[in-house]
């Protein structure tokens, strides 16, 4: 964990109180931390505000971050905000580890609601408790207090371990104590000295975004690959930015490969020469992965060939043609086009493994499978990068039975409704039809964005959950995969003239959504090495792990969706 100088705070006991309604502007807020600064520093200070005159009744918290995740915390349970604010800091000032934060930020934490509880088996407890949101106080002689962001700060997820968080601070260690559940105001200095921003379970809400926050979000994602590339050109799979370390279990080529795609995807966007290096260098890492039998490539994991990773190897290859146009590895798409087409059974269903020394086939393992759809849309770039008509009736056999077939599959499965949401689908019938105008492909992909459109978050959720899609809280690389599927069906509604503005509406959610969960200088503040985890997309609001493939949709889908917006930019840099 964090190495914390000072994570349970001493507060005074308070009686129970509703929560209160003064509304403090920014210019409040700045003052607050500006009061606090000083103080730090034995300044005088007169802030001049009557808002901070105001008595809540109800605890106020000053934290300091600093450098490498230390961090130094000090609560007051009474008085008015500037008195509390004065209370903490004079006792941070006279803690040792001052010193040690370096150039620290400043957090302040107002309680705004709270509710008391008998014990913490009371049904409410498990109901209201919610990582980052909730935080707990144990009062007493010694109270002590875990701010909601604490939660998030030490990956505390559950109730129980609150608790036991909570009660490795009491000497009491009763379990059967009564507590307190609340919630709280909270903002950070952007910067040390600098304006506040708002903080939503200790991460700050993306409110509007441009197109040079689109860009910025996807060139950090693609950079955050640059630093975590290995010597044999592969990419660190997983990483705990809390722990500073890295795990490759449940790692595979696919996840491998769609880096590959990622990274020249963006340099055909960008022209920036390291992504493509990049790009060279994971190519080489998948290739050493490629096997070949009798005319056919696969990439391969002990003696099993997979559909999945090789469909994503060609379209690595064809954006590396699109951004290069070098046919370098023209023979080898062929081959790995072939694999697609063995792959396939004459009804269009494709087997997703082939166990190349037995020469045996490997079923889907549902009729939801990914690859399929990963294949489908491999076989149409190829028709069309390389010009070769002969791949367009393989994909057109395999969307029809993904279209006609799979339904009724699912159905018999004992599903209620058969139409996936299934997003590479999605871009291989926009693409299809636009090689070939049946509006049965295009008829299909907008059902499929309808389903993707309902499985998406609105207003009626918690304000960080708005714009992700299906569960709640909602997985980083679900919505934006099923972002990637919905940017392709926007475009197919402007190539037909369709309005397309619910589409875009939509997607524009989704990329606040997603570049709120992804790690920058500014929401980094709590982490010990945040230049490790900058750029990069975490799994959740409250699950900061980071997988290269939450990054790789997420800045493909913002690729996407910049091209949607704005059209593509000149490719002449990077021709």
Known sequence: MIPALAILCAVGAAAPAPEWRLSLSPADKTLMLRLARAELASKPFEPGSVNLRFVTGLDLFVSLYGEGGRRLRAGSPSGSLEEQIRACTKELRKHPDLPKLGDYRI???????????????????????SPGETGIKLPGDEPLCLLPSVTIEEQLATPEAVIERLLEGSRQGNRDLPLELFRTISFIERYPGGAPLELYRAFPLVRRITRKDLRAAYLAGAEWFLRNQRPDGSFNYLYYPLDDSYEDKEDSLARQTGVAYALYRIYRQTGKHAFYEAGERSLAFLLRQKREKGGIAFLATSRKGELGPTSLLILALVERRKATSSKQYDALLGKLGRFACFMMKQSGEFYTNYFFEEDGFEPAENPSDIP???AVLALVRLRGELGDKAWLPAAEKAARFLITERPRKLLRAGLDDPILADAWLAQALRELYTASPNYLYAEHAFTIGSRILESQLRGECEPDFVGGFLTQPPSVCTSASRAEGLVAI?????????????????????ARFLIANQFNRENAYFLPNPDRAIGAFRKDATD?????DYTRHAVVFLVELEELLYGHPEETAAR
């Open 372 to 374: 399929t759809g990963q």
């Open 107 to 129: 957090k302040i934490d107002i309680v705004r609601s709270r509710i008391r509880l008998f014990h913490p088996s009371e049904l409410v407890f498990w109901k209201s408790f």
């Open 544 to 548: 900061l792990s980071v997988r290269i």
């Open 490 to 510: 926007g475009k197919l509604a402007k190539q037909m003239g369709i309005p397309s503005e619910l589409y875009e509406d939509a997607l524009l959610n989704a």
